[in-house]
């Protein structure tokens, strides 16, 4: 090769804006860029000569490419790491003599220290865009509308998070709490975060159903099991709930006399028409419900104990409504919002009617609340339902302020009087400054004002 073409090609290789690097097999430096010295921090003259393995045991960079294209004897592209810290993409690429063996081999690299940066950002993002979603899920799970739960109180927010723990899994739930506090909600909002929301829920009310007529109900019967029977047959409540789930409802009325054989039935998920010689199989994931004491029913010898055991793996208990006064108003507005649709009438509510119904015991509970908005939406005669719409066992139970006699001390006097009260009454009653100011119609910082004037703790 001629000097000048020499000189030639070593313009052009210094041209390069690239870290190029040329080793003999054993691993010597040849020739380099001028970006090479930069990378690596010292001057590309420096490297000319010197062994790219004594490079490497001095920490300028590792690992090197001579010796994996040497191995490979192939075109290789890795990860290097500098002395500086950066990270290179390096490609070695084997050079053939006459002979096609390998004589020189030539490496070239780009510095991609920000692309991985920019890679293990994108990955924490995409773990963190995961955990908001995960939260995000909850939250929309704890807003419910759409089902008709409101979950705005702690109570409330740990039924529906621990369904959603256990909707995943086919465990035995017992849902408890009083009635009308929406245990059939809570049993179908479980059965629909499960695996088994595209199969059927079957819900069993055990107490509406005649003790004579329970067996055939739950389990079927075959054709001409009985007098009176269909002659096709008929299925059971338990064999419609193959393959999704089955509330049995009011488990705590189901009579004795039914309860081991409903206990077989979930123990074994085999059973036989009335009639029947031929065992049925059933897969269904099973939710009972029960406002009764089950244990005080085992110690009076009417609820079987190892039915209990069997039921009770997963206790939920729903807290009634007078201990979920933060989702008071948003059920009385999402009720109304229904009942609007459903009836076809404008209406709202007047802020003492709200005040009545936060202050009321609701031991119906929400079941007990519903019925009530229904019956003042269809019967108040104005968009405007006032305190004079509302039942008088409910304007009896609101509570009136102790006032003296009109004349007795001055109005000023009087009206600061009947405040002090109503603030401490509501500060008795409610734990937040948030539940008072619901309660009292007016805004938070007022009641928190209105608490230091008064000297309420």
Request: glycine share 6%; aromatic share 6%.
């Amino acid at each position: 090769m001629s000097l000048s073409s020499w000189n030639e090609n070593e313009a052009i290789l210094h041209s390069l804006q690239d870290d190029i690097l040329v080793t003999n097999v054993d691993g010597t430096i040849l020739k380099v860029s001028e970006a090479t010295g930069k990378i690596y921090g010292v001057t590309s003259e420096s490297l000319l000569g010197k062994s790219v393995y004594q490079l490497a045991a001095e920490g300028l960079f590792t690992p090197i490419a001579t010796p994996m294209v040497l191995k490979e004897k192939k075109k290789i592209t890795f990860v290097q790491t500098t002395n500086k810290g950066k990270k290179l993409l390096v490609t070695g690429i084997p050079v053939l003599n006459e002979n096609g063996e390998i004589f020189r081999v030539v490496s070239y690299s780009h510095d991609v220290t920000e692309l991985l940066e920019l890679r293990k950002f994108l990955q924490t993002m995409e773990g963190e865009m995961e955990r908001v979603k995960s939260e995000l899920d909850l939250l929309r799970s704890l807003q419910l509308y759409d089902s008709g739960i409101i979950a705005n109180s702690a109570g409330m927010k740990n039924v529906l998070t621990t369904s959603l723990q256990v909707a995943d899994v086919d465990v035995n739930v017992l849902l408890l709490g009083e009635s009308g506090v929406g245990k059939s909600l809570i049993a179908r909002f479980i059965h629909n975060k499960s695996a088994r929301n595209q199969g059927p829920f079957i819900e069993v009310n055990c107490g509406a159903i005649p003790e004579s007529l329970f067996e055939a109900e739950f389990f079927g019967y075959e054709a001409g099991a009985f007098t009176g029977a269909s002659r096709k047959g008929k299925l059971g409540l338990a064999e419609l709930a193959d393959g999704g789930t089955l509330f049995l409802d009011e488990i705590g009325e189901l009579p004795l006399a039914h309860q081991v054989k409903v206990l077989k039935c979930i123990q074994e998920k085999k059973f036989y028409r009335v009639g029947g010689t031929k065992p049925i199989s059933v897969d269904f994931r099973l939710i009972s419900a029960t406002n009764k004491d089950l244990e005080k029913a085992i110690e009076e010898k009417v609820f079987r104990e190892d039915l209990y055991f069997r039921l009770n793996v997963v206790p939920l208990t729903i807290p009634p409504l007078r201990q979920r006064t933060e989702d008071i108003i948003p059920l009385i507005h999402y009720i109304l919002e229904v009942l609007q649709e459903k009836y076809k009438r404008e209406k709202r509510l007047d802020e003492a009617v709200i005040h009545h119904l936060l202050q009321y015991d609701w031991k119906g509970n929400v079941r007990e609340l519903l019925n009530l908005m229904e019956r003042l939406v269809v019967i108040s005669p104005t968009s405007l339902i006032t305190t004079e719409h509302l039942p008088d066992y409910l304007k009896e139970s609101y509570p009136s302020p102790v006032i003296p006699a009109p004349l007795s001390k001055p109005l000023k006097e009087v009206i600061e009087n009947v405040e002090k009260q109503m603030i401490q009454e509501a500060r008795d009653q409610y734990k937040t400054t948030t539940q008072m100011a619901h309660a009292l119609g007016i805004s938070q910082p007022s009641v928190v004002r209105k608490m230091q004037k008064y000297e309420i703790s």
